[in-house]
């Protein structure tokens, strides 16, 4: 019997835009909950990934910790299968680390009932290392350009919600992040070593030569939660 012909592709349903790509993302099981509910692991990893490869004594340095801490934690990073060295790079005295991934998942409405409490202090550490990143991105924003200024935004919203709406609302939001970052998956990564891994036509306000600002990491966080504390 010949088979049927594959549906024309207008016809096949759309990709979950909360769905992890398996070549470019990681869906957290319970060990790596455990290992990212700290918030200085998940700056550390957070970093790696947005500027790339560097040093625990680089990391130290840029979130002022003892380097014996940042060694500590990207070790215990690597054991959850978050990082791995740079073996093109480094000696054994000062090793280069690297992100294996380009985005952690976790949806909590799959979690087992022994999986509840590692899920929700994953969410604690997350939201304390938001709160560290926005500290640190405050005492930056006088020094920001004037067009990256511009593009910026700061905004705050109150919506009234159910639970369905909020969670249609999250896969609006996450399909739009979804298409931008597809513009980056062709572009250079610029990494924290900037002797290798910046180019030289670019100067330090991510311009390229004369054609105006050129692509650079930008945070784009989604936060979205009951106010309960009346």
């Known amino acids: 019997m010949a088979e049927a012909p594959a549906p024309p592709a207008s016809e096949l349903p759309a990709p979950d835009p909360l769905a992890p790509d398996p070549a470019h993302d990681v869906t957290l099981d319970a060990a790596a909950l455990r290992v990212l509910a700290h918030p ?18 680089q990391l130290a340095a ?5 380097p014996g801490s940042a060694s500590y934690h990207l070790r215990r990073l690597a054991a959850g299968g978050l990082i791995e060295e740079d073996s ?14 380009r985005t952690s998942f976790h949806d909590p409405g799959t979690n087992r009932p022994s999986e509840q409490a590692d899920s929700r202090a994953y969410a604690q550490a997350l939201l304390l290392a938001y709160s560290d990143q926005l500290r640190r991105l405050a005492g930056t924003v006088p020094l920001l350009p004037d067009d990256w200024y511009a593009a910026s935004v700061f905004s705050d919203y109150t919506l009234l919600l159910t639970p369905d709406e909020l969670n249609a609302m999250k896969a609006e939001l996450v399909d739009v992040v979804g298409r931008y970052r597809e513009l980056g998956h062709d572009r250079p990564q610029r990494g924290a070593d900037s002797t290798d891994s910046t180019d030289s036509t670019e100067d330090v306000n991510g311009t390229e030569g004369t054609g105006g600002p050129g692509p650079t990491p930008v945070s784009v966080q989604l936060q979205s939660f009951p106010l309960l504390d009346r």
């Open 62 to 66: 840029h979130f002022a910790l003892d």
């Open 88 to 101: 093109g790079r480094g000696t054994r005295r000062d090793r280069w680390w690297q992100a294996r991934h």
């Open 40 to 57: 200085v692991r998940l700056n550390l990893l957070s970093r790696l990934r947005q500027y790339g490869p560097a040093t625990a004594r």
